[in-house]
């Protein structure tokens, strides 16, 4: 069976995996700041999200959180000193590499995160009760399994 090409136009590409996904993660980060801001966290941009969202609980080298996030180092440098600001997080020399910074969060960011933890649940259940429990799960592994796959062409 000859494969069918499909006609190049809005649909076609609004309708392809990266535009879903891509527009399925913007949605649920602005549910996210948006319910962050409806709990005080009114400074929070939707960008920081790309620094917080990869920064581990114990914290993460500046380096790592830019290439999990696919920015600069600079770039994540700016982020970093944006929620510094805010003092979300905080930025310490690495005891392994004393040229590198760790970034940790701090009370604040934790209580952030732990609120953003919180509005994530809310948003999974909404999804579930939309879904179904069980599609929702099939849902979470198959997009597991599309990344897992995608990132070997990564290697």
Avoid: W
């Avoid at 649920?28 to 962050?36: D, F, M, T, W, Y």
């Avoid at 920015?71 to 020399?93: C, F, H, N, P, V």
């Avoid at 995160?113 to 099939?138: A, D, N, P, V, Y």
């Amino acid at each position: 069976m000859k494969k069918k090409s499909l006609p190049i136009n809005n649909y076609n590409r609004a309708a392809n995996l990266r535009q879903r996904l891509l527009r399925a993660s913007r949605v649920v980060n602005a549910a996210i700041v948006e319910g962050l801001h409806q709990q005080g966290f009114t400074q929070l941009r939707s960008t920081h999200t790309a620094l917080l969202s990869n920064l581990d609980l114990e914290g993460s080298n500046l380096t790592v959180i830019a290439h999990r996030a696919g920015m600069t180092k600079q770039a994540m440098g700016r982020l970093a000193d944006e929620l510094i600001s805010l003092k979300y997080i905080t930025k310490i020399r690495s005891e392994e590499d004393k040229r590198a910074y760790k970034i940790r969060f701090t009370p604040a960011g934790l209580k952030l995160m732990k609120q953003s933890f919180s509005i994530m649940e809310k948003l999974e259940l909404r999804c579930s009760r939309r879904l179904g429990g069980t599609q929702l799960i099939t849902l979470l592994s198959s997009l597991q399994d599309i990344a897992d796959e995608l990132e070997t062409v990564l290697k």
